[in-house]
């Protein structure tokens, strides 16, 4: 019975980790041979280098601006 209780216990922690989870970032890649650049959340292997970042989604755009306007 404790085994049950402990294993219960453990998957809970797991999920829990799993709620806090976020997307990995995207980050601009220039090639060391030809500089041409992709956009990828991962290292496209040894002949790449990351040229900037981080960035939100697939298209590698920046962060858009919200600016708050105060009503009066």
């Known amino acids: 019975m404790k085994l049950?209780?402990?294993?219960?216990a453990i998957c809970a922690l797991l999920l829990t980790q799993l709620a806090w989870a976020a997307p990995a970032p995207w980050y601009w890649w220039r090639s060391k041979v030809d500089g041409v650049r992709?956009?990828?959340?991962?290292?496209?292997?040894?002949?790449?280098?990351?040229d900037s970042?981080?960035?939100?989604?697939?298209?590698?755009?920046?962060?858009?601006?919200?600016?708050?306007?105060?009503?009066?």
């Open 4 to 8: 049950a209780a402990r294993l219960v």
């Open 38 to 50: 992709i956009c990828a959340q991962i290292s496209p292997g040894p002949g790449w280098d990351r």
């Open 53 to 72: 970042g981080p960035y939100q989604g697939p298209q590698c755009q920046p962060k858009p601006r919200v600016f708050v306007i105060p009503i009066r």
